[in-house]
């Protein structure tokens, strides 16, 4: 059997990534029983077998110390997972790592210290655990020594950090439910990406079409939806949740606060399907 052959074999029997599954391979001289062996013995084979499920749920956490706030996603493969006190305290553990070691680099943080071992083996420890694949996604520290911080978790699904100068804490706090909420993409209308709004005026040329709208109106029309679309999608631009007479604009202005920037993290938003290809990725290996 080729070294290629062993390799896929050994892959597909543990988990383990290729490069890895080749290294071992040699270490254990072609020998595929010898490698799965020495494999279980690293603690590895278990571990990372499920390394390639995907992970699209899981929990938000929060956490806020002094004028510092750590945010982060850590993932799971079910809901029924992200409701164990295991990995509620697996995300706890994230958060004191990113506040301790102060950074959110996850490669860092992997090997950062959490009671006597790296989070990347309790990571390993709660895998093997709770039996299914657990990813550290991504985590944010915020620091500010000049402004006020505010926070907002929803259900642990949705986190919301809002960065602000002002003296109403709970209206901060209502802000940042708001951006939960509503997801707005920034903060200020002049803010919209404009290939954002250039991809949305030729959806809306493309509509304007199909329904038949005049020559002479379409412009105006398309003009008219994309100030819309950008006040849908910026903070000042939208209704206030908790009064949707004024924007958020207005009732800044009328409470004398100013936002200056907002992290919005939500559970399992932007994850695709990874569609293995073990001939492409021996392929980008030799590359």
Not at 98 to 110: E, R, S, V
Not at 178 to 188: G, L, Q, R, T
Not at 241 to 264: G, H, Q, Y
Request: glycine content about 6%; hydrophobic content about 40%; some cysteine.
């Amino acid at each position: 059997m080729s070294e290629i052959a062993n390799i896929k074999l050994l892959r597909e029997r543990t988990g383990v990534g290729m490069m890895e599954c080749k290294k071992i391979l040699q270490e254990a001289n072609g020998d595929i029983e010898k490698a799965v062996e020495l494999l279980r013995k690293a603690g590895r084979a278990k571990a990372v077998k499920k390394s390639g499920r995907i992970t699209a749920e899981g929990l938000i956490g929060l956490k806020q110390q002094s004028n510092k706030v750590a945010i982060v996603e850590i993932n799971s493969e079910t809901d029924f997972v992200a409701r164990d006190e295991n990995f509620k305290q697996f995300v706890n553990d994230a958060l004191d790592c990113i506040i301790q070691a102060n950074t959110d680099d996850i490669d860092k943080l992997k090997n950062q210290d959490s009671q006597g071992m790296t989070l990347e083996k309790k990571r390993e420890n709660l895998v093997s655990k709770i039996g299914e694949n657990v990813n550290i996604r991504r985590g944010k520290l915020i620091s500010d020594d000049n402004n006020s911080l505010a926070t907002y978790l929803h259900g642990g699904r949705i986190g919301v950090v809002v960065t602000y100068k002002g003296e109403d804490k709970a209206l901060a706090k209502d802000i940042a439910m708001h951006i939960a909420a509503n997801n707005p993409i920034v903060i200020d209308p002049k803010d919209v990406p404009q290939s954002l709004i250039d991809t949305e005026k030729e959806i809306f040329m493309v509509r304007a079409k199909e329904e038949g709208t005049p020559e002479d109106k379409v412009n105006i029309r398309i003009e008219n939806q994309i100030k819309k679309f950008v006040l849908q999608n910026s903070l000042l631009g939208q209704p206030f949740v908790k009064e949707p007479s004024k924007t958020i604009e207005n009732f800044l202005k009328d409470n004398s606060m100013e936002i200056l920037d907002f992290i919005r993290f939500e559970v399992g938003e932007g994850i695709d399907k990874k569609n293995e290809n073990f001939a492409e990725e021996v392929m980008a290996q030799i590359k």
